[in-house]
């Protein structure tokens, strides 16, 4: 499974962005982040269907959404409202098995990881 995230780049505090992620297959998709000196995080998980998706706590719900489109095989994440904070290396990510609650944060549970694309927010 090759995954292509793309869509990252420059934007000013309470701009928008939108990520894409290309990916053959309908897995359970996810994207991280990884901020300058900080651990990979997770960010977003979304179902093969599209019917389940799970948000990290507080820091990026009811601002960012994950959706796909699997007729085009893709995977979408929509960052509204962004902050300095946000400035990251976005991944996306995928497994091959449906994760609930907690296991939707562990690295551990996707297979295939796609290359980063850069997200800086400025002030």
């Known amino acids: 499974v090759q995954l292509q995230a793309s869509g990252g780049g420059l934007v000013q505090a309470g701009g928008s962005l939108r990520l894409s992620c290309a990916a053959s297959?309908?897995?359970?998709m996810g994207w991280f982040r990884q901020a300058p000196g900080k651990e990979r995080e997770f960010v977003a998980g979304?179902?093969?269907?599209?019917?389940?998706?799970?948000y990290a706590d507080s820091s990026v719900k009811g601002r960012f959404t994950i959706s796909r489109d699997n007729a085009k095989n893709t995977v979408y994440l929509q960052m509204n409202s962004l902050k300095p904070e946000d400035t990251a290396v976005y991944y996306c990510?995928?497994?091959?098995?449906?994760?609930?609650?907690?296991?939707?944060?562990?690295?551990?549970?996707?297979?295939?990881w796609g290359q980063g694309t850069q997200v800086t927010v400025s002030s």
């Open positions: 990510s995928a497994a091959r098995k449906l994760l609930y609650g907690s296991r939707w944060y562990l690295e551990d549970e996707y297979n295939y």
């Open positions: 297959g309908s897995y359970v």
């Open positions: 979304i179902s093969g269907s599209g019917g389940t998706t799970y």
